[in-house]
T-cell receptor, first 115, second 112 residues
Framework: EPEVTQTPSHQVTQMGQEVILRCVPI?????FYWYRQILGQKVEFLVS????????KSEIFDDQFSVERPDGSNFTLKIRSTKLEDSAMYFC?????????????FGPGTRLTVL | EDQVTQSPEALRLQEGESSSLNCSYT??????LFWYRQDPGKGPEFLFT???AGEEKEKERLKATLTKKESFLHITAPKPEDSATYLC?????????????FGKGITLSVRP
């Protein structure tokens, strides 16, 4: 079965540094998502992306966050100036966007640790 | 605001002991209710999508049902390999690919 891949699996950074999390969605999918999960808490929606633009974003997704699909295969999440509270597991997901049947495929996640 | 509440938070079963996991939700028009399985340190793995009250779906030892206010994930004769966290999520009818709102999950442990 096709898979969503994410790199790196674990990223450690200092507070205030920029990080870029990378994802390769499934090749024929059209919709891309970022979710995050703080340890012991719910999976939370950050942003959805379709046709090279953001289609929906949450309150969490402020000006410190940005997404990009730079080359038609990768999908990135950038955090410009990391904060301690950004420490979490970040999941990329993709779906075909079929109206009648939606199934999100999640990647294995990137664990971000901000020191 | 869409809300999902799952209960119990944790469930310990003996192998073969059937049980049900509950997901209560409030949403401004339900487009879909999703069940996912999550193993430690991994991403959620899709199990089922339910779209309307009365709908049921089955996969191996799992059966998901849906009413207008809640969904149940029934586990029949569980095995140790069914141990995982089970996540419920809802999608509001605000767009074909609108966000999923997740519950906190139910951690299931099945003892041999």
């Amino acid at each position: 079965e096709p898979e969503v891949t994410q790199t790196p699996s674990h990223q450690v950074t200092q507070m205030g540094q920029e990080v870029i999390l990378r994802c390769v969605p499934i090749s024929n999918h059209l919709y891309f998502y970022w979710y995050r999960q703080i340890l012991g808490q719910k999976v939370e929606f950050l942003v959805s992306f379709y046709n090279n633009e953001i289609s929906e974003k949450s309150e969490i997704f402020d000006d410190q966050f940005s997404v990009e699909r730079p080359d038609g295969s990768n999908f990135t999440l950038k955090i410009r100036s990391t904060k301690l509270e950004d420490s979490a597991m970040y999941f990329c997901a993709s779906s075909t966007g079929t109206v009648t049947f939606r199934r999100e495929f999640f990647g294995p996640g990137t664990r971000l640790t901000v020191l | 605001e869409d809300q999902v509440t799952q209960s119990p938070e944790a469930l310990r079963l003996q192998e073969g002991e059937s049980s049900s996991l509950n997901c209560s939700y409030t949403v401004s028009g339900l487009r879909g209710l999703f069940w996912y399985r999550q193993d430690p340190g991994k991403g959620p793995e899709f199990l089922f999508t339910l779209y309307s009250a009365g709908e049921e779906k089955e996969k191996e030892r799992l059966k998901a049902t849906l009413t207008k206010k809640e969904s149940f994930l029934h586990i029949t004769a569980p095995k140790p390999e069914d141990s995982a966290t089970y996540l419920c999520a809802v999608q509001a009818n605000t767009g074909a690919n609108s966000k999923l709102t997740f519950g906190k999950g139910i951690t299931l442990s099945v003892r041999p």
